[in-house]
């Protein structure tokens, strides 16, 4: 809830010091954010220039497959690459990930979970107790006080290199998952989806180089029995569904076999500071 991390927030429009009052946000100068009834705030300033970001269908398509266990070696490995009690998830979507990052044994355990999605963040305002959901564009300032995060999140999400540094504790970590050109292989061409760019972990790399040293990287791999429905899901939760309708996607999974065995295959990373 945001009563658990409204203190690492900071006000979009003048970067002050955020608290909450009868149902708003407010900062000293009086900048007023409502929060939603759903339990998140937006702290978007100003145009998000037409940016797009998930509909409910794909988050119910994604809250299907990550709630059928389809990810849990990756939600795992993220896990195990998060340090501290503080977690900030840039791109949460669901707050899966997040939720799985914060350590149940720590009672300091909180995060904060940001998405341009609405629809994001009201599921992330409930997966959690300790989760605080805030619609923000991760392009622009994050609206997030200056070095008080343990780990950044960036899973399958855009990644703002120098605001992640600027949030970050001196001993934080970025932990970032990205698809390897193997992932979804099998459904690639007969679903019409997008494919992972071959250069995708070069580019990566380049992008953080200077700001951020990679310390670790672990690759998840495995094999999902899927049927049909479960494919459907897999497709609609992610950027292909910007070009292909519900029903679209469901017509073209028909045409598969009753089950199809397809390949999760990620990278998870983690970096420091240099």
């Known amino acids: 809830m ?42 978007l300033a100003g145009s998000t220039g037409g940016l797009r970001s998930d509909t409910t269908a794909m988050v119910a398509a994604r809250e299907r497959v990550l709630g059928a266990g389809l990810y849990a070696p990756i939600a795992d490995a993220v896990a195990d690459a998060s340090s501290g009690p503080v977690c900030l998830d840039v791109g949460a979507g669901t707050g899966h990930y997040l939720a799985h990052a914060l350590d149940d044994s720590d009672p300091a355990a909180r995060g904060i979970g940001l998405d341009l999605s609405k629809s994001c963040a009201r599921a992330t305002a409930r997966a959690d107790d300790r989760i605080g959901s805030v619609v923000a564009d991760a392009w622009q300032r994050l609206p997030v ?77 495995h094999t999902m029995p899927l049927g049909r429905s479960n494919v459907a899901d897999l497709v609609t939760m992610g950027p292909s569904a910007h070009h292909a309708s519900v029903d679209e996607i469901a017509a073209r999974a028909t045409m598969l076999p009753e089950l199809v065995e397809v390949t999760c295959s990620v990278t998870v990373s983690r970096y420091r500071r240099v």
């Open 2 to 43: 945001l009563s658990a991390i409204i203190d690492l927030l900071a006000c979009p429009v003048c970067t002050g010091e955020l608290d909450i009052d009868a149902g708003t946000v407010i900062c000293d100068r009086g900048h007023t954010f409502d929060i939603a009834r759903q339990g998140y705030v937006s702290l």
């Open 145 to 221: 006080a200056d070095g008080v995060i343990d780990t950044v999140l960036s899973v399958f999400a855009p990644r703002n290199v120098a605001e992640f540094a600027r949030v970050l504790t001196d001993d934080g970590v970025l932990v970032v998952v990205a698809p390897t050109p193997r992932h979804l292989a099998e459904i690639v061409t007969p679903m019409g989806m997008i494919g992972v760019d071959p250069t995708k972990p070069e580019r990566i790399g380049n992008a953080l180089t200077g700001v951020f040293e990679r310390e670790d990287r672990t690759a998840v791999e």
